[in-house]
């Protein structure tokens, strides 16, 4: 056994024999794969091997067509067969909404080159005869999905890994991971001691146990699944060609022929989490006892759906166990505070996103990036706050949803509430209306009288939208007040704390007193963050960006730390309000000593507000006049009464996330993961206006930034006004230029100050003009859209400045 390596992957599952794979194919040859078992043990062997493109995030969708395609490659080239079956597959509904969302995931695949196709119940019949269409709207067929042989998959990975160099020791228990100081690690196993620079945990089922041994939590848990695979049908057998896939959401169950029958599995409601202590490691080829009861409802509706079922015997039942996530998506990527140890599990459906996962986990170890925007699968996505108590109830929620509508509104309720503020009680008396975020409470909207505390999932307008309109209006014509504690917050201190955010930071970093917008970029020119930079003294520094990325950021500024700089995440140490609206200085005025009168635009300074030390900044998302407030958690309550007392002459009102993101379409304000991401670079997003091109420094992705900026990117981000109907832009849909797809919305909503319909989209760089006329498919519908270049309240920024 080799006792030196560059890579110790541990596990040799999908994904495992998938990222050993990949990195060789991007040049790594000096890895190694651990398996204390054969090939396969744990979740892969019993998988029922389906593949599909389907996933509510676009760049999963994406990864999961990379992975899909593929297979044919691996087969060219270790000359094993993967069992591919492309048969397609037909994806139910049968209500409006499910329709919708289906409409909504077919006007995504438009412009991702997946030729999926919206289909009505007569095509339903000729591809899948099996279905019974009572009540049945629709379908989205997709000739991609199908299904493999999991065992000749994982070996195929296996094949080609080694034939690029790599090495797989099988029967090899891993028993302790130690890191050394220089941070590289010693992997103890049963036949000795391997010395890697990384590790990666691809260790499945036993992940979780794995990542104790370093001190690491992942949260995931399995969950028990059940698959029935019958005789044989004569309605299958005697069938010219391969039944197609179907998916059936409403049953809650998957569908495919297997040989001359048929395989069907459930995502049950009673659903059984497994394990919940710890994974036995003596577990491996076993499967759990057989259990009908839990699937008793499920198959009833099966035999519904699917009239042939009852006439077919049972040949065999797979009952295991899989992991999920708490939000069902896989964990992957460099694991936050510890160095050179990688994630890449949770991969729920290993054989739909294995192959991407594998590549993008490569890229990131081998070329220090991915070429595309990961987070949705990013380990980071989950703070340190995560516990095994919070992760089983979500992985249930998840699980029982696995077929549910997603709808962009939608707020799940399990493991809530789960992390508040000091607020949280009064918000709640006052009518709150909650959504969550990075685990932490947010009002999205207040709710009066009758008005239900409750939002109902749409893909069009909610019930939200009254609430929303009046927020709007307390802003932009008295005074409104929220939290400031969804923002991330660092603090960077130290004699080189300047130089520091001078190479981190691509934009200007401010004189004491003074702040400064700017984006943070990767080193090819990616953005990475949007964060806004104060410097309350030489030497005294404080970041501000989006909440739900601040595992991300830290890890990146961890990453590139310097002596002499020192970053602490404050995110939940800071918090306070925002006033915003032409009466804020009038209210802000009556809670201080200090004049107020002099607080410019962008300034930052440490004042007295009441009766609490405070960092005041003049600056708003909401595009008004405006000021946010920061203050130790401790005294929230405090500045609470203050603040409040003094805006009720001035008819302040309480507004939350909703009405913020109406708020920030009339000054065509951008938004962290949806127009600026990782997917991004500053030139096609217009954040290169906030990068300091004359300062003297080699920040981090310049070199990138500076070619792009001789030579502009192919698309460019440009602001519509919708002929809408009763549903706005949420994000990814399509915009024709002279009847074809050209582009695609980043995000949009509706303007309630300026009661318009309004998307962002990036479109070719070479079509854009002031006068651009588009379609927008809005849920199938084509929709008339202009561009708009003038914001559509205080155009000239005299309320915000001055």
Known sequence: MKTTTRVAVIGGGVVGCSVLYHLTKLGWSDVMLIERSDLTSGSTWHAAGGFHTLNGDTNMAALQGYTIKLYRELEEI??????????????LADNKDRFDMLVAERAKHRYMGLETEIVGPEEIAKLAPIVNLDGIKGALYDPLDGHLDPSGTTHAYAKAARMGGATIETHCKVIETNQRPNGTWDVVTEKGTIHAEHIVNAGGL???????????????????????????????????????HVMDPAGESYLRQEGRGLCIGFYEQPCRPWAVKCTPWEFGHELLPDDFDKIEESIAFAYK????????????????????????????????????????????????????????????????????????????????????????????????????????????PAARPHRTTPMYDIFDSMGAVWGAQFGLEVVNYFAQGDEPRYETPSFRRSNAWEATAREVRAVREGVGINETHNFGKFRVTGPNARAWLDRIMAGRIPAPGRLSLTPM???????????????????????????????????????????????????????????AGPKAREVL?????????????????????????????????????????????????????????????????PFGMRAMMSLRLDRF?????????????????????????????????????????????????????????????????PVFIGGEVKGYCTSGGYSHHAGKSIAYALVPRDAASPDLEVEIEILGSRRKARAISTPMFDPEGERLRG
């Open 78 to 91: 270790t000359g094993m067969s993967c069992g591919l079956h492309h048969v397609g597959g037909v994806t």
């Open 206 to 244: 036993w992940a979780r146990e794995v990542g104790a041994m370093a001190g690491v939590y992942l949260p995931l848990h399995p969950m028990e699944h059940q698959y029935l695979v019958t005789d044989d049908l004569p309605e299958i057998y005697e069938r010219g060609e391969e039944h197609p």
């Open 305 to 412: 759906r699917f009239p042939v079922l009852e006439r077919a015997g049972v040949k065999t039942v797979i009952h295991g166990p899989f992991t999920f996530a708490p939000d069902g998506n896989p964990l992957v990527g460099p694991v936050p505070g510890m160095r050179n140890y990688w994630s890449a599990c949770g991969v729920m459906a290993g054989f739909s996103q294995g192959g991407g996962v594998g590549l993008m986990l490569a890229q990131w170890m081998i070329e220090g990036e991915c070429e595309r925007d990961v987070s949705a699968m990013d380990v980071a996505r989950f703070g340190k706050w995560i516990t095994p108590g919070y992760t089983l109830p979500k992985v249930i929620e998840n699980y029982q949803r696995r077929f549910s509508v997603s709808y962009p509104n939608e707020e799940l």
């Open 521 to 579: 970029l990767s080193p090819k020119g990616r953005l990475l963050g949007d964060f806004t930079v104060s410097c309350l003294a030489e030497g005294d520094f404080r970041l501000t960006a989006s909440y739900g990325a601040q595992a991300q950021h830290l890890r990146w500024f961890e990453m590139n730390a310097a002596d002499g700089a020192q970053v602490e995440n404050t995110s939940d140490s800071l918090t306070g309000f925002q006033i």
């Open 589 to 653: 005025a009556a809670c201080t000593l200090s004049d107020v009168t002099d607080i410019r635009f962008l300034d930052a300074r440490k004042m007295v507000v009441g009766q609490v030390d405070c960092i005041v900044q003049r600056v708003s998302y909401t595009g008004d006049l405006g000021y946010e407030i920061f203050c130790n958690p401790m005294d929230q309550r405090q500045l609470w009464e203050t603040l409040w007392a003094a805006g009720q002459p001035h008819g302040m009102k």
């Open 669 to 733: 304000f951008g938004s962290w993961m949806r127009e600026f991401s990782p997917d991004y670079t500053p030139a096609e997003t217009g954040m290169d206006r906030f990068i300091a091109w004359k300062k003297n420094v080699d920040f981090i992705g310049r070199a990138a930034a500076e070619a792009e900026r001789a030579t502009p990117p192919a698309r460019t981000l440009m602001t519509f006004e919708v002929d809408a109907d009763d549903a706005d832009v949420v994000a990814y849909e």
